[in-house]
């Protein structure tokens, strides 16, 4: 199992949905819907009408594109602080522009603690196909310790 193997498991370790997640979509009227599921919603056009499900039901069925935006519920969605002193894409409304945010320090807290824990562990492993473990040589060590790092570095940038 190579390096970024193992820091995309941590990765999908630490940064996959909780139940408690709130993630949105936005349909192609540009209605936005909150769900508590990362889960594929699937969208396809037949004979005009616009037609949503949880699996690809017809053969031109796209994926919604989910964006993460909080913990808490749909009902109860949690809202960051207005920035004024942040970037804004074109187009994009305060909320949004705070929801970005929130769920980018969110990426970036998780990143700071796997790379955290890497620095700080006596030795890194890695688990091989019999659950063992194999440690890794100083030098690879260091190369997921880079990896990592450079990870950390786009998601806090």
């Known amino acids: 199992m190579s390096y970024l193997k193992i820091f995309l498991l941590l990765s999908v370790f630490c940064f996959g949905s909780?139940?408690?997640?709130?993630?949105?979509?936005v349909d192609v009227d540009g209605n936005t819907h909150f769900v508590d599921?990362?889960?594929?919603?699937?969208?396809?056009?037949?004979?005009?009408?616009?037609?949503?499900?949880?699996?690809?039901?017809h053969e031109d069925a796209a994926v919604v594109q989910l964006?993460?935006?909080?913990?808490?519920?749909p009902d109860n969605k949690d809202s960051a602080a207005?920035?004024?002193?942040?970037?804004?894409?074109?187009?994009?409304t305060p909320e949004q522009r705070?929801?970005?945010?929130?769920?980018?320090?969110?990426?970036?807290k998780k990143a700071i603690e796997i790379y955290n824990s890497y620095k700080n562990a006596p030795r890194l492993y890695r688990t091989n196909e019999a659950g063992e473990r194999e440690y890794l040589s100083k030098k690879d060590?260091?190369?997921?310790?880079?990896?990592?790092?450079?990870?950390m570095d786009e998601l806090c940038s």
């Open 18 to 25: 909780a139940a408690a997640d709130v993630w949105k979509w």
């Open 37 to 57: 599921t990362s889960t594929a919603i699937f969208t396809w056009v037949e004979d005009g009408k616009v037609f949503y499900s949880d699996t690809p039901d």
């Open 67 to 73: 964006v993460w935006v909080s913990k808490g519920t």
């Open 82 to 92: 207005d920035s004024s002193d942040s970037f804004a894409f074109p187009g994009e």
């Open 98 to 108: 705070a929801e970005r945010e929130e769920a980018g320090a969110y990426y970036c």
């Open 141 to 151: 060590a260091k190369a997921a310790l880079n990896e990592t790092k450079t990870k």
